[in-house]
């Protein structure tokens, strides 16, 4: 059973769970990285799928000046080049991407020249491997695995980064490599840990959005 104190305490943390675009060079300890590795080894899975292979989901730590970074980067941006690319030919046609897509396109043009902010040298980059399985739920499997990792690193008091542009490495002959998996059969995600530069952005207030008929 759960104490008041533990409820409040999951409260809090939730609380104060914020985006990080900004770190310092200190690299986190290695006991804090295992922690946030096993919270996310405990995120639900979609069991249908899971038992095709050995190992369902790999984490695979790099810490700051390993070369593999470097790598990483150069594959984000070449990536997105080839994601612009395709939003583009479908900008053309979609009047929706045409009204809501600018500010996207706009983004991902600015990290196709110029990497995302927190690489070339992030003090831990944390890549997540998710299996496809038939049922195709990796994203979702891989939503919950970061989630449950943001939540532990902020219990933690370190400060977190999402890549969202991973997701899009499951067909990358050359990312799939780096870690020795097949191509097409793993989603990708991935998480920077570490200590925040920068005071933290204010987000949006939460409203009043629960509609209770
Ligand atoms: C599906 C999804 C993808 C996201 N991808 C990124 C990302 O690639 N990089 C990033 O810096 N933040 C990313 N974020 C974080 C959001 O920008 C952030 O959660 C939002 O601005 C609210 O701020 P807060 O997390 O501090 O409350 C993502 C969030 C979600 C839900």
Wanted: glycine share 4%; hydrophobic share 40%.
């Amino acid at each position: 059973m759960f104490t008041a104190s533990d409820n409040q305490a999951l409260d809090n943390i939730m609380k104060s769970r914020r985006i990080c675009r900004k770190f310092t060079d200190q690299v986190p300890d290695k006991k804090d990285v295992e922690a946030v590795v096993t919270a996310g080894r405990m995120a639900p899975y979609a069991s249908i799928s899971s038992g095709d292979v050995d190992v369902f989901r790999h984490f695979y730590v790099i810490f700051r000046d390993n070369p593999l970074l470097e790598k990483i980067d150069k594959l984000i941006k070449d990536q997105t080049i080839l994601d612009l690319a395709i939003l583009k030919e479908e900008m053309a046609e979609d009047k929706f991407l045409q009204k809501y897509g600018v500010a996207l396109e706009k983004m991902w043009f600015n990290v196709a020249e110029n990497g995302l902010p927190v690489f070339p040298n992030p003090p831990c980059l944390i890549v997540l491997a998710e299996w496809r399985g038939a049922r195709r739920a990796e994203r979702q499997s891989l939503a919950h695995t970061i989630q449950n990792m943001w939540l532990k690193a902020t219990a933690l008091n370190l400060d977190f980064n999402m890549i969202s542009p991973l997701e899009s490495m499951w067909d990358n002959q050359e990312f799939c490599d780096l870690f020795g998996l097949p191509v097409g059969k793993y989603g990708f995600h991935g998480c920077i840990i570490g200590y925040k530069e920068a005071e933290r952005l204010t987000s949006k207030p939460i409203s009043d959005q629960v509609h209770w008929l």
